[in-house]
C-alpha cells in the first residue's frame, strides 16, 4: 500500500508510523510516498534521522552503529536525507538521541536542505527570464497571457466570449510560469518551518 | 588573565569520548567505553554519538585510523584533541581543590 503524506514534525510522522504498525502496516520503504507491508501488527518503536552522505562507506558505517546499538534501517538511503530505523532488541534505548541539542540538530540540517533547494532554483529561474523562457512582466500584468489579437478592445457579449474561452489557456500559461517563483517561495517557507521546529525543539 | 581556550569546558560527553579514544574505537565500542567510564551515569544513543564524533572530526580532536572491519569506522584522539582533554582535566582539578579548600 502506498501513501502520500507531507510532515514538518517529525515527532507526528514518528507517532504516526507507529500507529500504522500497530494497525499492521510495516514500512518498508520512502521515496516520494510512504510503501508500507501488511504485517502482523506490532507495538515497533520507529525513529527518524535526518542525514546525507558523502561516501557510501559513511553511509554504511552510520548504519552499522545504529545495527550494533539495537536499531535496524528500515528506509532512506545515502542521499534521502530521512532514515527510517526500528528498534530491535528489547534493552537497547528508547530513542536514537540521548539529548536534546542533537535531536533538535535533525531540524537544523532539514532547513538547510530547503534553503539549498530555494537557492539553488533562484538561478535557473534568472536564467530562464533572461533567455526569455519565462516572461516575468505577465506576473504584473497578467493581460499579456491572452493571446487573442484585440482582446482588450472588444466589449459586451463578444468580449465576454472571446474572454472566457481564453482564460483556461491563459492560466496554462501563467501557472506553469509561476513553478519556479512559487517552488523558490514554498522552500523557503519550509526552511523557516525547520529552522522554527529547530529553535523550539532546542529548548 | 590568561585568556582560556574557547573550547572549554568540555561538556561531559564530548570528555568521556575523548578519553575513550585514548584507545582506537569504533562508534559501538566508544558507547560501551563512555557508559563504563563514566559508571554508567551517561549512556549515549546511537544518533548523538554520531553527532557527537562529526563534530570531534571537525574539530580535528579525533582521526579516522586504519582498522581490519570493513563496516566500521574506527577513530583515535589526536594530539590537539589530547592537549584539550589534559586542560579540561587540569580545569576541574583546579575546582576540586579549591571546593576541598573551601568546604567546611
Redesign the interface.
Known amino acids: 500500500m502506498n501513501k502520500f503524506k507531507f510532515y514538518i514534525d517529525l515527532d507526528k510522522e514518528e507517532k504516526w508510523l507507529n500507529k500504522m504498525a500497530k494497525a499492521g502496516w510495516e514500512l518498508k520503504d520512502k521515496f516520494c510516498c510512504y510503501t508500507f507491508q501488511k504485517a502482523a501488527p506490532s507495538d515497533t518503536i520507529i525513529k527518524i534521522d535526518y542525514r546525507n552522505f558523502k561516501t557510501s562507506r559513511d553511509f554504511v558505517d552510520y548504519l552499522a552503529l545504529f545495527k550494533d546499538s539495537g536499531w535496524e534501517h528500515i528506509a532512506g538511503s545515502k542521499s534521502s536525507g530521512a532514515q527510517y530505523f526500528k528498534k530491535i532488541s528489547n534493552d537497547g534505548d528508547e530513542d536514537i538521541f540521548s539529548d536534546i541539542p542533537s535531536k533538535a540538530a535533525r531540524y537544523r540540517r532539514i532547513s538547510n536542505m530547503w534553503l539549498t533547494m530555494a537557492i539553488s532554483y533562484i538561478p535557473l529561474f534568472i536564467s530562464l527570464t533572461a533567455t526569455k523562457s519565462i516572461d516575468t512582466s505577465t506576473f504584473l500584468n497578467p493581460k499579456l497571457l491572452y493571446y487573442t489579437p484585440g482582446l482588450w478592445e472588444k466589449n459586451g457579449i463578444s468580449f465576454l466570449c472571446s474572454f472566457l474561452f481564453e482564460t483556461p489557456f491563459a492560466m496554462m500559461r501563467g501557472i506553469s510560469w509561476l513553478f519556479f517563483p512559487v517552488m523558490i517561495i514554498l522552500y523557503f517557507i519550509f526552511t523557516i518551518k525547520a529552522e522554527i521546529k529547530y529553535r523550539k525543539a532546542s529548548y | 588573565m590568561v585568556k582560556r581556550d574557547k573550547n572549554l569546558p568540555l561538556t561531559e ?1 564530548v570528555y568521556y569520548i575523548l578519553l575513550a579514544l585514548l584507545q582506537p574505537a ?3 565500542i566508544i ?1 560501551q567505553k563512555v557508559e563504563e567510564l563514566s559508571d554508567g551515569q551517561v ?10 564524533i562529526e563534530n570531534l572530526l571537525k574539530l580535528k580532536f579525533i582521526t579516522p585510523c586504519q582498522s581490519d572491519d570493513s ?3 574506527v577513530y583515535v584522539i589526536t594530539e590537539e584533541g589530547k592537549r584539550l582533554l589534559h586542560l579540561d582535566y587540569e580545569r576541574m582539578s583546579h575546582m576540586i581543590k579549591v571546593t576541598e579548600q573551601n568546604w567546611e
Do not use: P, Q
Not at chain 2, 43 to 52: C, I, N, Q, S, V
Open positions: 560527553t569504533h562508534g559501538y558507547m549512556r549515549m544513543a546511537a544518533g548523538t554519538l554520531y553527532g557527537a563496516r566500521r569506522k
